[in-house]
């Protein structure tokens, strides 16, 4: 694999090159707030476009759509191209359709722009993994991709509130227009001035290259990928009824929603900084761990929700565990992946997760919902288990390329 480097110095591998991990750290940052940003901005939303709430709410449901069905073709069609450049342009399409949605006029051209965005969003997370990942050497990789991955996790603590803040004393339409500046900026610092990162070409085996399926990183890939799916699912079922959980079962004021909410948040920060240490010390172990940790909060929710310091707790666990499993399964995946599968398995991982998001809110509906919704965080927990034993079937398979190398 081909590195250069251009002004942001990426310096021998025995050093992390923090500065260009700090911008795409921003990126993620810019760009999971964005996703999100209807939900934040609803009302003023509906308002401006003449559109009703559950419209402006099918603008997250349709970006999840569009990453779903456009990342893998468009990962592939980009497999030769300089990840450097995939990323930039990735990211100036994307400030693009932001700033164009900030001067929708009616609803039909923000769904339009937001359809641009979600897939510019979709090849930016197919390609920013591998990208980071190409700047470090294996024993690097847990602690490069936590601070890669904690612009996600800064986004739901920070991101969307403050959003949300600037639409409430200005306009909503000055929230998309500053994430598009932003990230236009950003896309051309990217291009000017990040290290330049060529795809590998592979290997050609005897008689021509072996064909993709029988690649052996596949099974392991493909537990993973399982487990994705199924943390997703159980996260957001739950997390959507966050407040009816908080007020129905556990009969907490709304007045504690947003500490409570800022506590979960902060508890994400800390699991992001201890997973990038564990991920390269026990990559197994910790990301087995952490789903454990995570059937145990929903468990803890569910079986507890009549004591406040359980709830707490649990919330904490539950904060902690999300934070962590990013960087962890991003890392694990990076170190499973063959040169041939690195960008089909981070490309699948934003469709599998894609996936999740969207059947997660939906399945707990019909499950608990408003009414019980201690029944979704104990079917969020029995899934957290079956995605742990998916966790060690994974890490079996793939136990020589879990092994830490430095």
């Known amino acids: 694999m081909a590195i250069s480097t251009a002004s942001i110095p990426v310096p021998g591998r025995s050093r992390l090159p923090v500065g260009a991990l700090l911008l795409l750290s921003l990126a993620v ?37 569009t990453v779903i069905v456009t990342s893998l073709p468009l990962a592939r069609a980009t497999a030769r191209i300089d990840r450097r450049l995939v990323v930039a342009a990735s990211l100036a399409v994307f400030a693009a359709a932001n700033v164009a949605t900030a001067l929708a006029p009616v609803f039909g051209f923000a769904m339009g722009t937001r359809v641009v965005a979600a897939v510019a969003h979709g090849v930016f997370w197919a390609v920013v993994i591998v990208y980071a990942s190409a700047l470090l050497a294996p024993a690097q990789l847990g ?23 600037l639409a409430q004393t200005t306009t909503w339409r000055i929230a998309f227009a500053a994430v598009g500046a932003i990230s236009l900026v950003l896309a051309f610092v990217v291009w ?33 990928g399982a487990a994705a799916v199924l943390i997703a699912v159980a996260q957001f079922a739950a997390f959507t009824y966050i407040r009816p ?14 500490p409570l909410l800022f506590a979960y948040g902060m508890a994400g920060m800390v699991g992001v900084a201890v997973a990038g240490v564990l991920a390269d010390r026990h990559p197994r172990a910790a990301i087995i761990g952490v789903l ?16 406040v310091a359980v709830v707490v707790a649990g919330l904490a666990a539950w904060g902690f565990a ?18 041939r599968t690195r960008t089909l398995a981070s490309a699948g ?16 509906g019909l499950l608990g919902g408003e009414r019980e919704p201690t029944v979704n965080t104990a079917v969020s927990a029995v899934a957290m288990v079956a995605a742990a034993v998916l966790g060690v079937v994974g890490a079996l398979l ?6 830490v190398r430095r």
């Not at 959980?245 to 947003?258: C, N, Q």
């Not at 991982?349 to 707990?364: E, H, Q, R, S, T």
């Open 29 to 65: 940052f810019l760009t999971v707030t964005a996703e999100t940003l209807p939900a934040g901005l609803l009302p003023e939303m509906a308002t401006g476009l003449g559109a009703t709430p559950a419209q402006i709410g099918l603008l997250i449901s349709v970006w999840a759509l």
């Open 143 to 165: 602690r490069g991709l936590a601070i890669v991955t904690a612009g996600g996790t800064a986004a739901t603590v920070a991101g969307l509130p403050v959003a949300t803040l």
């Open 192 to 224: 000017r001035r990040m290290p330049r990162v060529a795809p590998p070409r592979g290997e050609a085996a005897p008689g021509g290259p072996a064909p993709l399926r029988r690649d052996p990183s596949l099974p392991a890939l493909a537990a993973f």
């Open 245 to 258: 959980y908080l007020e129905v079962s556990a009969s907490i004021g709304p007045e504690w929603a947003a």
């Open 292 to 307: 454990v940790t995570f059937a145990a909060a929903f468990a803890a929710l569910t079986v507890g929700a009549g004591s």
């Open 322 to 339: 999300i934070g962590a499993i990013f960087p962890l399964l991003q890392s694990t995946l990076m170190r499973v992946a063959s040169d």
């Open 349 to 364: 991982m934003v469709v599998l997760f894609n996936v999740g998001i969207a059947a997660g809110p939906w399945l707990g």
């Open 398 to 403: 793939a136990r020589d390329r879990l092994a």
